[in-house]
């Protein structure tokens, strides 16, 4: 850079100048001085980097303990599903109503998307009711014109969410059946465990950061020692 440039022709005259005066103490002394400046810029680098993990060190606990908090809900609801599946149950909240089995909450589900598809303009996201803890949602992207430039009705979507885990279930056959799309919903959540697995692993590498970051912090900064040297040189 042009900074960069005008520091090495200053150092560059300096030298000369101090070479100039016939005295070597001068030109040592100008060396000394040159190389604390060095060591001095690198002590400046890491003190920012140190600066920098301080920070992160201030945020990365809270992170983990809202991650885990979150995951462990996360379980909570996988564990119901598996549970309700295991004995043949099956329970699903939708408005005020709840629902038994899925070929009643599937006649539930599909007359409301039905009611979106039917819709003359989008309907966004409308909260629907719960599943053993998931929330669940439908919209409908509103009507679209197809390739033949024919009006057709839009898609009706429902999602899945708990936490930061969401899946999205989309109705798009002509005569779907009740039951099947109200199992679609239990096989969703049944692939939560994968999910809480990996996010599990995701923590455990952000705790091992954490130890890792603050062994960092307990390291002296670099040429401490030959820099105080120095320093009692001149």
């Given at each position: 850079?042009?900074?960069?440039?005008?520091?090495a022709r200053l150092n560059s005259f300096a030298e000369a100048t101090a070479a100039a005066s016939g005295n070597p103490l001068v030109l040592a002394k100008h060396q000394v001085e040159m190389e604390i400046a060095n060591l001095e810029a690198?002590?400046?680098?890491?003190?920012?980097?140190?600066?920098?993990?301080?920070?992160e060190l201030g945020r990365l606990p809270?992170?983990?303990?809202?991650?885990?908090?979150?995951?462990?809900q996360l379980g909570?609801?996988?564990?119901?599903?598996q549970a309700a599946q295991d004995a043949g149950t099956f329970t699903m909240q939708l408005g005020r109503t709840t629902y038994a089995t899925p070929e009643e909450a599937g006649i539930k589900l599909l007359d409301v998307a039905a009611q979106m598809a039917a819709s003359p303009v989008e309907t966004?996201?409308?909260p629907l009711g719960t599943y053993y803890g998931a929330t669940i949602?439908?919209?409908n992207n509103g009507p679209r014109k197809n390739a033949a430039g024919v009006v057709v009705p839009g898609i009706s979507r429902f999602a899945l969410s708990a936490q930061e885990w969401a899946t999205w279930i989309d109705i798009t056959a002509q005569n779907p059946e009740p039951a099947t799309t109200a199992q679609r919903f239990t096989q969703r959540l049944l692939t939560l465990?994968?999910?809480v697995a990996s996010a599990r692993q995701?923590?455990?590498?952000e705790e091992k950061r954490l130890v890792d970051l603050q062994a960092t912090l307990e390291h002296p900064l670099p040429h401490t020692e030959e820099l105080a040297a120095l320093q009692q040189r001149y």
């Open positions: 850079t042009m900074e960069d440039l005008g520091d690198v002590r400046g680098q890491a003190q920012h980097t140190q600066f920098d993990i301080r920070r809270s992170r983990v303990a809202n991650k885990t908090a979150q995951i462990d909570v609801i996988s564990r119901a599903a966004p996201s409308t949602t439908a919209s465990p994968n999910y995701e923590i455990a590498q």
